[in-house]
């Protein structure tokens, strides 16, 4: 393996200069700087050692981080055994000088110096850039659960995994489903992070010893890791990512401990949200009363099969319009959306201001109800205000689906809305919580 150094520019600048003062290529393994002499292809095609010397050529070598950089060949004047071919491309060599062992030390030393401080910046600046996307990616979250899938798409994106799962303070998140032989893999992965507290790899599925008796891991990817998610030295959760070859653990690494922290604040938040019954700006419920209401109202509804659906409710582009308007008119809009999602409800649905942007309404009606009263909300919307809004819509036809299932499909259906370029309504439903969701 090349030294870090090696392939950076600085080092590819350097060792260029050098070839082209001494007329011969640097080497460092399968790397080279500077032009191959003729020579030089002869004996890699007819030796394994072709750069040791020998009688009439010579070599400079240096050792760089434990790997040997070549220069040369050069030619000396001592008596030769070469072929006439070889002999023939040697008196084009530059012939091997006395200093330059010295020259070439330094010059190499030099190079690799240069080349391991250019490194260094490169990997600070990748892992700033790295953090930057993330944060932009995560900073639009009001809550945990959306910074939760929010992080896992940006994870599976950015570091080409397969899968994602995410548990932290009490919420889970997963990118795809799992067969049962790999949630039986992933037990064993989160049982050995949770008691070492400390990232745990396994390269190969297929045969590491710790999954032995686990049927059909075969056919699951072939690395798993496991970290551990921690805020102030507390483990408050674990990461699980799966891939076909070892991914780029530190730097998951690195996103992940920025994950932990925005989690934490986004928890506390939502605590001391959920101890007020009422949002202050809006005058709409807030959250802990709609998660009181809800429940309420699907243990009702459950036992008459009779359907359920809710709407998720986001203000396009309201961030840009409050930094760049300022929070006072953002505040404006806001109370203006509440004021219009507060006419449109009908007697025995729940309205709230979910948190930030984003607002939520619950009906006991079905899917073309819901959907008709979704396209009502984003058309006044549009007329009396200057933002639009986008819509997620989940109905369950017999109320069998939990709270968090309905709130999180109707997320994904307004995450589509918003990919399908805003100010739109998208619905999903489910006949009942055994059957899968619909993209209607």
Known sequence: MLPACVKTEVWRELAESLSAKLKAPVICGPAVFGKLSFFQELRNRRTDDSYADVPGIKYAVVDVDGCKVFVGPFRTDEAHSFDEELADSRHKLPAWKEYYP?????????????????????????????????????????????????????????????????????????????????????????????????????????????????????????????????????????????????????????????????LSRLSHYEKVQESAVTDALTGLSNRAELVKRVDEMISMLSKQNLPISVMMIDVDNFKNFNDTKGHPEGDRILRAVGEIIKSLTPEGGICCRYGGEEFMIVLPVAQRIAKDLAEQVRVDVEKNCTLTVSIGVMSCMNSSASRDTLIREADRALYRAKHLGKNKVVAFFMLDKTLGVIDA
């Open 102 to 262: 010295e020259l070439i030390e330094t010059s190499i030393k030099g190079a690799a110096t240069a080349g391991r401080s250019a490194f260094i910046v490169n990997e600070s600046l990748n892992r700033a850039k790295l953090l930057l996307e993330f944060s932009q990616a995560v900073g639009h979250s009001q809550d945990a659960d959306h910074a939760l899938y929010t992080a896992i798409e940006f994870l599976a994106r950015r570091f080409k995994l397969n899968n994602v799962f995410i548990s932290a303070f009490g919420k889970h998140a997963r990118h795809f489903d799992l067969p049962e032989a790999g949630r039986a893999v992933e037990q064993r992965i989160v049982a050995q992070v949770k008691g070492n507290k400390s990232i745990f790899t396994i390269h190969d599925v297929q045969s590491d010893f710790l999954l032995e008796g686990i049927k059909g891991r075969e056919s699951l990817h072939k690395c798993v890791v496991g970290f551990p998610l921690t805020v102030n030295r507390e483990l408050v959760g674990y990461a699980v990512v799966y891939a076909e070859y070892v991914p780029a653990v530190d730097s998951i690494a690195e996103v992940l401990y920025e994950l932990s922290g925005v």
